[in-house]
């Protein structure tokens, strides 16, 4: 038998082929002697959300009921073989099982759209014109399957308690195996009633049921008629509204009757285990958009099958109302919420989707960009239109570049996760493939919030001042910026293993400090002594977070006492000196900076040692946690005195007390997991990222709300190293040093 070849699409922006899958009655009779796979590719053209109603309903009229697969390629070999139109093609074996469970599961011949087999893989220039039609399919399809992998005995009994719990029947759901004259009998049966009824699952006569139709015509998804969230309160409202939904449901006493003898801890843990842990279904990138389109969904594998949402609601009233936790909710959550909010026409850009699925997966990279396209809110153009004929590292720059000209900022090439990076990817452009959990607590704000920092200042050296779009395209391994060059990187700490408590952290900054130099020459004991206060306390939340009840039995009537702010000596005139060194531009401006560089904090004068000292202990206590108390509040004053005077009782009923100690907690961690301390040439203090190193440059770019880190190379160009909190440059006093003339304009062009 010869290889099957593909024809050609006669548009592959609009049509499909689907697989018309002969039925087998020995596989739907369970027998082990099956048949070959066998079918037919047939052309149809798509009911596409961007035609009219009209033109939709002509083709919804003529396109079969068929079943959309979601599943996980796995091993690429194609080791297994199904014949199409008499010619052989090879497929890998979880499409094969995947294609075998669909057959055994109908009722005769059924059509079926899978990637591998409808899509012609050699073909470069189809596959990117039906990466755009990829949405449209799974909404269009009657069902979409998702299919987990070979059965178990653990995930049969876990889709059987779902099953059982919500009610969520089917023939296969029986506990009895059935003879083969019954199960003959059933497919006879059902066979005769469809066929009466008209509606032709197996894809004769008039295409789908008026159900379906009305769902795929339903204006809702359109793209003319969706809308983009931008504002971060509407996200969270639809994130909130998807987990209220479910966690209000409740199950059918009789339903609950059949499954209250069973462990629902040790069942919750079976559940996160065989269907979510260990599926790398809920790893897979494409996911997102095969579940987030789809009207209808069903959990075929494992032998049964389930309902999406009768899935969702188990795990959820497990979870919150049974009090038997499943720790990997949140991947069910996450794609719930996308789901629901492209179906009700409600999309969040694509910057925010990629944060989303920060820990899925693709087998090709560039599919972390063209696996979101179809439910973005973004508008598309010529940056993201999908083309396989283009490598990973320009894929990755047109979509950073569409982020940039979006925003007007360079604040989306900050708060990536770097180690791991491509080596061939230029140093600016994020890496969408890594997990962006392992990255630093970004600095600025990636939900689409206005930065809590203004470092670029607020005039027009607060934007970046992009060149057009096909400049950008022609050149899209070097991005042109312009700022202000503050201080070289003299010192730094060592880095440190994520999993290090923040306490570990602190106390390797604190020895950086401690022998920078000069940096505390001229200064009395009680400097060091305060340092020394900064790391008992940061010491003592670190042991509090990290093994509370035994923190709580020996420390029951500890108190922090004589707080760092209690004991610095009084001086209204240096303390005010140092706030208008963390104030809007327009108070900086009253405030004339020293002529040559801007050492006035540093230089250890006799008339400005105090205020030396001050910058210091302040510097230091808020580069501990980036400035922030959290990511949406800077640090204050307020802040700093209860957080150095703050008692640590073992016990306490103070919901506003243990509210701070967490938001403290998760602070400090946030401020120093990932990143290292470090003191300028010219004194200046800051935390910086982890791949930093001495001699690197500290700047302030145009358009960036946050200062950086960069590398001269030889040739005079700049590698990006990543964003960095420097005490003192977060509010656009770079700006005021600029305008007093104390700091240059340079060209910096990344690479």
Known sequence: MSDYIYQPLKNATEDIRLLKLTFDIRQALGRANVNPLVGQLKNYSLPLTTLSKRQRMLRVALLPSFNALSYVWGNPAR????????????????????LRDIQRDAIGDVYVWADAICICQDDLTERSAQILLMREVYHAASDVRIWLGS?????????????????????????????????????????????????????????????????????DVRDDKAEMLLDPDAILSLHHDTIQTLVEWKPHSRHFKTVQDEDFVFIANLIDHELIQSCTWFERMWVVQELGASNNASILGYGKSVNWESFLRAVYFLNYSLAAPVNNIRKLTGLEKIRQGWNNGKRQPLRDLIRECRYRNATDPRDNIF????????????????????????????????????????????????????EQLPSWIPDYSLNQDLAASPLVPIDGRESIFTASGHDHRSKYMALDQQELKHFWTHLPTSGLCID?????????????????????????????????DGFTKDVQSYLEDISSVVSMYSKYWGSLDQFS????????????????????????????????????ARFSPPTGKPSLYFE????????????????????????????????????????????????????????????????LGAGMTRRCMAVTKEGYIGAIPQEAQQGDLICVLFGCSVPVVLRKRIGGEYLFIGECYLHGFMDSEAIVFQVKGEFQVQKFVLC
């Open 79 to 98: 080791t297994h073989e199904i014949t199409i139109d008499n010619k052989r093609l090879g497929i890998t074996g979880n499409l094969h099982k995947a």
């Open 151 to 219: 059965p178990t005995e653990e995930g049969r009994r876990c889709l059987k308690f779902i099953a059982d719990l919500t009610g969520n029947y089917g023939p296969e759901e029986s506990d009895m195996v059935p003879s083969e004259e019954s199960k003959f009998e059933e497919i006879f049966v059902e066979g005769l009633l469809i066929s009466t009824a008209g509606i032709v699952r197996t894809g004769y006569g008039f295409g789908q049921s008026l159900v379906e139709i009305t769902d795929v015509l339903d204006s």
């Open 371 to 422: 696996s979101l396209l179809g439910m973005m809110g973004d508008t598309m153009n010529t940056f993201l239109m999908p083309d396989y004929t283009k490598s990973v590292s320009e894929v990755y720059a047109n979509a950073t570049f569409h982020f940039i000209e979006q925003s007007g900022s360079l604040d989306p090439l900050c708060g990536w996760q770097s180690l791991g990076r491509r």
């Open 488 to 520: 070289t990187i003299a010192m730094l700490s060592d880095p440190l293993p994520e999993d290090v408590p923040f306490g570990s952290i602190e106390h390797m900054w604190h020895s950086t400090i401690s022998s920078s130099g000069g940096l505390l």
């Open 553 to 588: 039995k020996h420390l029951q009537s500890v108190s922090i006492k004589s707080p760092l702010t209690a004991r610095l000596p009084k001086s209204s005139k240096s303390t005010d000196r140092l706030s208008k060194h963390s104030q809007s531009t327009d108070q900086l």
């Open 604 to 667: 250890p004068k006799k008339s400005d040692s105090f205020l030396h000292a001050i910058y210091i202990l302040d510097a230091y206590l808020q580069s501990l946690l980036c400035g922030r108390i959290s990511t949406t509040e800077r640090l204050t004053k307020d802040d700093i005195q209860k957080f150095m005077s703050l008692n640590l009782p073992a016990d306490t009923a103070d919901p506003e007390r243990e509210s701070f100690l967490a938001k403290v907690c998760n602070a």
